[in-house]
T-cell receptor, first 118, second 110 residues
Framework: DAGVIQSPRHEVTEMGQEVTLRCKPI?????LFWYRQTMMRGLELLIY????????DSGMPEDRFSAKMPNASFSTLKIQPSEPRDSAVYFC????????????????FGEGSRLTVL | GIQVEQSPPDLILQEGANSTLRCNFS?????LQWFHQNPWGQLINLFY???GTKQNGRLSATTVATERYSLLYISSSQTTDSGVYFC????????????FGSGTRLQVQP
């Protein structure tokens, strides 16, 4: 089976431009997560979805960031307008339901999208 | 939220040496995973281990949930083991997202 697929792998843009990152989760997984990795803050959760519904977006930095999941096989993370401090690697991950009460599933990551905002 | 501490932050080994990486967490968990981030930035699952012990080749992991720690053992290290090792946990409140530690950066020298 294909893993989590992200695009683009690399994006270089100028401050003020709109950036859209895309993710296709593993088929059958009903949880989707967006993480951001920077040297200063490490890996931090931005938002996650269950069955296409946003569950927790408390990690989204500000209104310039938005995420959608229109169907079970596709999600986008949009930054508008972009700023140099948004430069980071953005990871998408997915998991299937865990087993047992409150069990959580194993998380699988895509290869990431490296964003550079000049 | 739950806190995750990893130690040591950095580790340099000679090829063939063994090592133990530690992960401490502040609350009860129902998910704990170890990941390896290779030099190309890929995050690779090593173990899904909320409790107990697992082994996979030269790697093994043990989680003692009651004492809130997990250990990752690397035996007979190879240069390809270099990278950053992350521990990540989800607390026992039903929240599904993993919280990551700051990682252990491992460099294996030939």
């Amino acid at each position: 089976d294909a893993g989590v697929i992200q695009s683009p792998r690399h994006e270089v843009t100028e401050m003020g431009q709109e950036v859209t990152l895309r993710c296709k989760p593993i088929s059958g997984h009903d949880y989707l997560f967006w993480y951001r990795q920077t040297m200063m803050r490490g890996l931090e959760l931005l938002i996650y979805f269950n069955n296409n519904v946003p569950i927790d977006d408390s990690g989204m930095p500000e209104d310039r960031f938005s995420a959608k999941m229109p169907n079970a096989s596709f999600s986008t993370l949009k930054i508008q307008p972009s700023e140099p401090r948004d430069s980071a690697v953005y990871f998408c991950a997915s998991s299937a339901p865990g087993t047992g009460f409150r069990g959580t599933g194993e998380l699988f990551f895509g290869e990431g999208s490296r964003l550079t905002v000049l | 939220g739950i806190q995750v501490e990893q130690s040591p932050p950095d580790l340099i080994l000679q090829e063939g040496a063994n090592s133990t990486l530690r992960c401490n967490f502040s609350d009860s968990v129902n998910n704990l995973q170890w990941f390896h981030q290779n030099p190309w930035g890929q995050l690779i699952n090593l173990f899904y281990i909320p409790s107990g012990t697992k082994q996979n080749g030269r790697l093994s992991a043990t989680t003692v949930a009651t004492e809130r720690y997990s250990l990752l053992y690397i035996s007979s290290s190879q240069t390809t083991d270099s990278g950053v090792y992350f521990c990540a946990v989800a607390d026992d409140t039903g929240r599904r997202a993993l919280t990551f530690g700051s990682g252990t950066r491992l460099q294996v020298q030939p």
